[in-house]
């Protein structure tokens, strides 16, 4: 099936999503957006809904309207810019490097929440055991009916990360794509209260036993532009 790219926008970040959104179309993918306020001209053919609402649910119903089986999804904010390559080169590499739960690296000058998730140089991938839950994340076709719907019941996404990070036991592959980077343009929590997000976020560290969460927010494995695969390819 097509990739499909979802995502929610307001009408001040409009252009910035028609840039994103301009290779995903011209790739002949699936586009699906809702957006929170006023829907942009530009991007009417693509929006589907409108109005205000958690990220998760209204990402949740974009999915479910456009259907279909497995396929690559990418679920993406208003509020970045690709650097370096696009939508479509990140699902490339993704694929090529075998994550099942993947997200582009931050270039330098992003809003970062995670350090490893910056850019590593002499890198394409890397294998980490922490992905963020957004602003652009990117589910393979073998895990998207493992992972969504997402559980909405997360309100804005916090702690979604730690459900991902609990399907490596399972077999998903976590990763950063190091060759596509993009710049997340507006901090955390700025459209949102982020107070309730933390309670829970921090409630979830507490029933996992972790208490610093940076332990986990490392590099397992480095894929270097000369190697002809990832070095955790047939794990």
Partial sequence: MRPLLVGIYSQRNADRVSRVVEPALRAGWDVALRALDAPSSALERVTLAQGPGLRLANLNGLVERVGGGPRWTVLCDDDVQFVRGDVVDLVAEAEAAGFGLSQPAHAAGSHVSHPHTRAARLSRARSV???????????????????????????????????????????????????????????????????????????????????????????????????????????
């Fill in 129 to 235: 055991p922490y992905v963020e839950a957004g602003p652009v994340s990117v589910i393979a076709p073998a895990w998207s009916e493992r992972v969504l719907p997402l559980p909405a019941w997360r309100g804005m996404g916090w702690g979604l990360e730690l459900e991902w990070m609990d399907l490596q036991a399972e077999g998903c592959v976590l990763g950063v794509v190091d060759r596509v980077t993009y710049l997340h343009l507006d901090p955390v929590g700025r459209t949102y209260d982020e107070v309730a997000e933390r309670g829970r976020m921090a409630t979830d560290l507490a029933e996992r036993g972790i208490d610093d969460l940076t332990r986990r927010q490392v590099t397992l494995a480095t894929w270097r532009p000369w190697q002809r695969r990832p070095p955790w390819a047939g794990r």
